[in-house]
């Protein structure tokens, strides 16, 4: 069975740093794809960023390109995610999930496995 287990979200003042973890059991971690995607209130959920099975490949949504930094530790079995100068409007619940294996994708419907989320807000 497959796990993904989320945490590092808290509170933080506009400007600040956070770096979310997401450890994974139950599956072969280094061969998917991994992807970070964000849930505001009121919102749907939407893509972050995604990592490949290695790490080489990765892509970011726009509005957090610069600030955020996506990698992995295949020998641990966890991705992260850097946050930095983070701004009121990153405030949302984040979720790690399981991607493919040959490629990347940023469409939701690409993701298999989902966390339970770990939530950041940020003030102004």
């Known amino acids: 069975q497959v796990q993904l287990v989320e945490s590092g979200g808290g509170l933080v003042q506009a400007g600040g740093s956070l770096r979310l973890s997401c450890a994974a059991s139950?599956?072969?971690?280094?061969?998917?794809?991994m992807g970070w995607f964000r849930q505001a209130p009121g919102n749907e959920r939407e893509f972050v960023a995604v990592?490949?099975?290695?790490?080489?490949?990765?892509s970011y949504t726009n509005s957090v390109k610069g600030r955020f930094t996506i990698r992995r530790d295949n020998a641990k079995n966890t991705v992260y995610l850097q946050m930095n100068r983070l701004k009121p409007e990153d405030t949302a619940v984040y979720y790690c999930?399981?991607?493919?294996?040959?490629?990347?994708?940023?469409?939701?419907?690409?993701?298999?496995?989902w966390g339970k989320g770990t939530l950041v807000t940020v003030s102004s």
């Open positions: 139950g599956l072969i971690f280094s061969r998917y794809s």
């Open positions: 999930a399981t991607g493919g294996q040959l490629s990347i994708t940023t469409a939701i419907s690409g993701f298999r496995t």
């Open positions: 990592i490949s099975w290695s790490g080489a490949t990765t």
